[in-house]
């Protein structure tokens, strides 16, 4: 298993769909999957995708956690949360207790975050805007 630093902690990565591959169909995997290519069909997971820079994902996901910096369409459910990173481009249903949006990602579609699916004590985070400086030198 590959170490990836700059997620949460150090986690483990038990497979990693590189730029260039498609595929088409249903994924199944266990601790951490990054996606850089093209998928098309269903993600099912008890732990984390990433889909990176270059991932390309159309299809129904049901992860404890999805980290999305690509392009993703169609229903995410995450148990945990999900995040839109700088950067991500995103036009689906996103299903949720916990959902993080970073400055740079685009979001159009639905957001379900108070449901019994979603879970308890449901959070928006959204990263801060820079704030312009006043004409008269105040901030």
């Not at 997620?7 to 601790?31: K, S, Y």
């Not at 269903?42 to 049901?62: C, F, M, Y």
Request: charged content about 25%; proline content about 3%; some cysteine.
């Amino acid at each position: 298993m590959i170490k990836m630093k700059g997620l949460a902690g150090a986690e483990e990565l038990n497979g990693f769909m590189d730029e260039g591959t498609e595929f088409i169909g249903e994924l199944r995997f266990q601790n951490t999957f990054r996606i850089d290519g093209r998928l098309q069909g269903k993600v099912l997971s008890e732990h984390t995708l990433i889909v990176g820079e270059s991932g390309q994902v159309d299809a129904e996901i049901d992860c404890a956690v999805v980290s999305i910096k690509g392009t993703v369409s169609g229903r995410v459910h995450a148990r945990q949360r999900i995040e839109l990173l700088s950067g991500a481009r995103v036009q689906a249903t996103l299903v949720s207790p916990r959902l993080v949006i970073e400055e740079g990602a685009v979001f159009q579609g639905q957001c379900d975050m108070g449901s019994a699916s979603a879970g308890k004590g449901a959070v928006v985070a959204m990263a801060p805007l820079p704030r312009p400086a006043s004409s008269d030198g105040r901030s």
